[in-house]
């Protein structure tokens, strides 16, 4: 069992930035698949960002198109920690946002059933 936990949300302004941090426990933590996902009132949980070790021995990052450009995704394997950098925030952007982990070797990761572990989220608010 993985305990996965947020932190870092907020209410900003428009244009502003916030970073989210998530801790995992975990010994294979660097063989982790970590995601950042979003939910807005009313609306299916969406994957925002993701990163995951690759054969090539380097990590990969994946972004949904509405946040590439202004969001990043980074890791600290000796602190256990995934943190997602938001820049130039819109309101948009408000919502609770989840981190997910799965221990498996994942082909696909931008579904919420790509990974089995999941943190109670942190909210996110975004004035105009």
């Known amino acids: 069992q993985v305990h996965v936990e947020e932190s870092g949300g907020g209410l900003v302004q428009a244009g502003d930035s916030l970073q989210l941090s998530c801790a995992a426990s975990?010994?294979?933590?660097?063989?982790?698949?970590m995601g950042w996902f979003r939910q807005a009132p009313g609306k299916e949980r969406e994957f925002v960002a993701a990163q995951r070790w690759s054969d090539l021995g380097i990590y990969f990052a994946d972004y949904a198109e509405s946040v590439k450009g202004r969001f990043t995704i980074s890791r600290d394997n000796g602190k256990n920690t995934v943190s997602l950098k938001m820049n130039s925030l819109k309101p948009e952007d408000t919502a609770v946002y989840y981190c997910?982990?799965?221990?498996?070797?994942?082909?696909?990761?931008?579904?919420?059933?790509?990974?089995?572990?999941w943190g109670q989220g942190t909210q996110v608010t975004v004035s105009s």
């Open positions: 997910a982990a799965t221990e498996r070797r994942i082909a696909r990761w931008r579904g919420t059933t790509d990974y089995d572990y």
């Open positions: 975990g010994r294979t933590f660097s063989t982790y698949a």
